[in-house]
């Protein structure tokens, strides 16, 4: 019962970007950027670790944006597949740039969670986790079964590295060349940093007050005028666009894609970031993502049994941690109500929170 | 065709078995138990080290099977899920420890038992033959057992005491709190019963298809489909997804290459749940 309600109804703009704050945020930008590139700029395997862990937060992003209107999304996959496989079959066989690429296998993927979502974004609670999660498995099918578009089980692949970005004959980013993966570094930052813009922007603006009541009380919501179908469509659309950019990424990144390459198990680990970072905060799946991927890579040494400690410390995190390692910074002073209220239920707000149109 | 019949007729008498845990548990703790493919994989194992590693009577492993299970789900709920349903106010964090219980499960099995493909010698040898079609004596063993197993699990939540109780904590947990009942018990006792069906189902079809350590997701997809089809917390409905799934499969595999036939369920899955969100007979977001 920790400081639920409070922090999930302030959204991180709420809880006031002062110049602290401000200045925080600056200072990991500027260490995301700059020092970590250059720290590890000799080793390509620390800074693929990096570029991993952020693209996979750039997806999970998506997911939380589901949370946001109340719903377990364990699609994700899927879209990742469709946008992974919409950048292969456009770069390898249409010559397509990979920098339209990248968008297109968002708005396709978009345009297909769009459509499967008006469908079963009328289900709820645990149906929906379950249809998502049938969903993710259907889509790996359905590559595997393409026949020669798809290629099946053995994927396409010798996808071509990003291309030099030309406009007017201005070259604005060089080709990829080679190995060096600094420039998917890179990449992968500037994806993540626009990603979070964008779903902090969306969190504070007014449809982000529009989410959070449907979070709360869809029905509610419908009552004061809330038209909840277009909404949580718009909410789910947007989550496969950022997957399906992501699944693009990673497409030209590892130069190719098979029918496996996203699992019913990737699926549950996008939500498992987001769940583990914190679901009341915008950077819980950024959070998620990072810790777990790195702690994943520093567990590599206990070889054998690194699997094994991975999910008895999931468990103690949610055990003890129920509200995700975020809830951590907040729990002290900037906890808006805080340990009072935890005996207590929160009183239910009627679902209607302030802000939010009437 | 009379050949499908048979292989759908055993297939769907242990789907149901493995639905109706699931169902069991969702009725009772109103969560989804992500871990019932992983509790179905233990299951085989205790069965495969107990039968043919030490080799004793198959009957005796299978008790094993069931008794180990059942204490993984009480310790389960007991230890993990009562204090999360208790500390959280988001549906979402019980669903988080479910799926953190399956992975533990799963590493568990890779580090205890590795990769390998895993059966066991037959428990009963020869083939029948009834109209036509043939049934190994294996695969009845496998229909009788869980279609004993299914009966009893019907008649002890119907008759028996504890089994009122199960059925009220369902309905209501407030009330039946309120009525005497230890409600935590019967949670637990709930959660045991489940994971040991989802045991008892994995040891009785080791016996005809192996497994291995990562069986577990695709075999909750299955339970998940089921309990879709019938509606989350109906054993009449698990019971009947059971069937659904049990004969599609049979029919399918009969006739068309093994994913494709998944793949058509899933189509049909998302096209049924359109129409019917709760299931054939779910009550409305039960």
Known sequence: MRQTMPASDLGWGQLGLTAARLAGLALLALVYLVALPVWFAGSNYILGVLTNASILSFISLGVWVTFAIGRINISQGAFALIGGYTAAILSTRHGVSFWLCLPLAGLVAAAVGTIIGIAILRLRGVYFAMITLSLTEAVRLAFLNGGAFTQGASGIVNIPRPDALEIFGLTIIPAFRGADPLPYYFLAATLLILGLLAVWRLTTSRLGWVFRSMRQNEELAASIGINVAKYRVIAYGFSCFLGGVGGAFFAAFHQNIYPATYSVTDSVNFMLYCFLGGLDFVFGPVVGAFLLVISFELLHDLQQYQALIYGILMISCILWLPNGILSLTFRRGQAPEGEEEAAAPVPDPSGKPRGSPT | ?286
């Open chain 2, 1 to 286: 065709m009379e050949q499908i019949i048979v292989n759908g007729v055993v297939l769907a008498a242990n789907y149901a078995l493995i639905a109706l845990g699931l169902t069991l548990i969702f009725g009772i703790l109103s969560f989804l138990n992500f871990a019932h493919g992983q509790m179905y994989m233990l299951g085989g194992f205790v069965v495969y080290y107990v039968y043919a590693i030490f080799g004793m009577n198959y009957f005796v492993a299978l008790l094993a099977c069931a008794l180990t299970l059942f204490v993984i789900g009480v310790a389960f709920e007991t230890l993990f899920f009562r204090r999360v349903l208790r500390i959280t106010t988001r549906e979402e964090n019980s669903m988080l420890l479910a799926v953190g219980t399956a992975l533990l499960l799963e590493n568990l099995a890779l580090t205890l038992f590795g990769e390998k493909q895993r059966g066991v010698p037959p428990v009963v040898t020869g083939v029948y033959q009834i109209f036509g079609a043939y049934l190994p004596a294996s695969r009845l063993l496998v229909l009788v057992l869980s279609a004993l197993l299914v009966i009893g699990l019907l008649l002890f939540v119907q008759y028996t005491k504890p089994g009122r109780a199960m059925r009220a904590v369902a309905q209501d947990k407030e009330v039946t709190l309120l009525m005497g009942v230890n409600v935590g018990r019967i949670s637990a006792l709930g959660f045991g019963i489940g994971a040991a069906l989802a045991g008892l189902a994995g040891g009785l079809l080791v016996t005809t298809s192996a497994i291995n350590s990562g069986i577990g997701t695709a075999i909750s997809i299955k339970a998940f489909i089921m309990i879709m089809i019938g509606g989350a917390g109906v054993v009449a409905g698990a019971i009947l997804g059971g069937i659904v799934l049990g004969f599609t499969e049979a029919i399918g595999y009969a006739l068309i290459p093994g994913s494709v036939t998944y793949l058509l369920i899933f189509v049909g899955l998302i096209i049924f749940l359109i129409i019917r969100p709760q299931g054939i007979m779910g009550k409305p977001w039960g």
